[in-house]
């Protein structure tokens, strides 16, 4: 993966983590134009496979557009919106990343049920970090 790319990257998954903590939302400012620029420089630097970039990316958003769907607010667009750009950066690598992200996810949402009870299930966290995470740790690995 190119250097840029992958700083660039982390800058927009601390941005939009950021974002997500303090007000509950992954901007369209940050994400949208990361997902665009990351599918364009991922298809000139490997033209040969820019379908595989594309098809990762819409297929990684697509299957969370279900989950948000099938969910009815559980997850959110904005969380679509990351997931394919996540996959425009990792390409195959996004599933694991994916994996990761959710993991983490759950393990909070699990320890929220713990500390509040069945009162929790009506209780909301930011996902984003999460998914940002295993995004970042895919970068690193």
Request: no cysteine; charged share 10%.
């Given at each position: 993966m190119d250097?840029?790319?992958?700083?660039?990257?982390?800058?927009v998954l601390v941005l939009v983590s950021a974002e997500d903590l303090r007000r509950r939302i992954i901007?369209?400012?940050?994400?949208v134009p990361a997902w665009v620029l990351a599918l364009t420089v991922n298809t000139v630097l490997h033209p040969d496979h820019a379908a595989e970039w594309f098809g990762w990316s819409f297929g990684a958003a697509f299957c969370f557009l279900l989950f948000a769907r099938i969910t009815r607010g559980?997850?959110?667009?904005?969380?679509?919106?990351?997931v394919g750009f996540l996959g425009a950066v990792l390409g195959a690598h996004v599933v694991p990343a994916l994996i990761i992200g959710t993991s983490?996810?759950?393990?909070?949402?699990?320890?929220?049920?713990?500390?509040h009870g069945s009162d929790a299930r009506t209780r909301t966290f930011a996902y984003g970090p999460f998914l940002a995470a295993g995004g970042l740790a895919m970068l690193v690995l």
């Open positions: 250097v840029a790319l992958a700083v660039g990257t982390a800058l901007p369209n400012r940050i994400v559980g997850l959110g667009m904005g969380d679509v919106k990351l983490l996810g759950a393990i909070a949402a699990g320890l929220i049920l713990l500390r």
